[in-house]
T-cell receptor, first 115, second 113 residues
Framework: AQKITQTQPGMFVQEKEAVTLDCTYD???????LFWYKQPSSGEMIFLIY??????QNATEGRYSLNFQKARKSANLVISASQLGDSAMYFC????????????FGKGTKLTVNP | ETGVTQSPTHLIKTRGQQVTLRCSSQ?????VSWYQQALGQGPQFIFQ???????GRGNFPPRFSGLQFPNYSSELNVNALELDDSALYLC????????????FGSGTRLTVV
């Protein structure tokens, strides 16, 4: 069974600094996708970044990058130059790319950006 | 392009009642998934609909059921509500396999009393 573990219930960062949110995963499938979502207090899950298990390079999207270490089964999210609007819950999720349609989510990390 | 819209945004129901939640998928998307997010937890997959057929189901009892319509909008129905059904219900749409991410709505917050 697939599992996502986020060990940081809460993180604090100063505005304009970088922060890393941890995510480890467990799966026996060789083909999978890893996602990060941001959930502000409004409830909407906002897609940030995607990494496929066969992608050779780490994914980047603007200020977001994914530090993908396949052997360690980790997919940490790095947010550079934090902004006050980055304060939210962040969820790591995984999808098996061979038939299963579901996303499996971790419990999330609450990020607070301080001015 | 319009995003995913869900209705209602909030509702309160009594234990034992039935509820219907609605979701309009993003323009161009043909697949809809539903998730339940309990307080302080990550979302849990309920089921997915593709071309009006259920296309995968999570570990939820049969009293959770759904529909997808020809315009790709969807409904989630929950019968015989229990207190533990209180949660944020999220709808997500995608085109096909959703490899690059699903587009989520803002959710319906259901409280069962």
């Amino acid at each position: 069974a697939q599992k996502i573990t986020q060990t940081q219930p809460g993180m604090f960062v100063q505005e304009k600094e970088a922060v890393t949110l941890d995510c480890t995963y467990d799966t026996s499938d060789p083909s999978y996708g890893l996602f990060w979502y941001k959930q502000p207090s409004s409830g909407e899950m906002i897609f940030l970044i995607y990494q496929g298990s066969y992608d050779q390079q780490n994914a980047t999207e603007g200020r977001y990058s994914l530090n993908f270490q396949k052997a360690r089964k980790s997919a940490n999210l790095v947010i550079s130059a934090s902004q006050l609007g980055d304060s939210a819950m962040y969820f790591c999720a995984m999808r098996d790319l061979n038939g299963s349609e579901k996303l499996v989510f971790g419990k999330g990390t609450k990020l607070t950006v301080n001015p | 392009e319009t995003g995913v819209t869900q209705s209602p945004t909030h509702l309160i129901k009594t234990r034992g009642q039935q509820v219907t939640l609605r979701c309009s998928s993003q323009s161009g998307h043909n697949t809809v998934s539903w998730y339940q997010q309990a307080l302080g937890q990550g979302p849990q997959f309920i089921f997915q609909y593709y071309r009006e057929e259920e296309n995968g189901r999570g570990n939820f009892p049969p009293r959770f059921s759904g529909l997808q319509f020809p315009n790709y909008s969807s409904e989630l129905n929950v019968n015989a509500l229990e207190l533990d059904d209180s949660a944020l219900y999220l709808c997500a749409s995608s085109y096909g396999q959703g490899m690059s991410g699903y587009t989520f709505g803002s959710g319906t917050r259901l409280t069962v009393v």
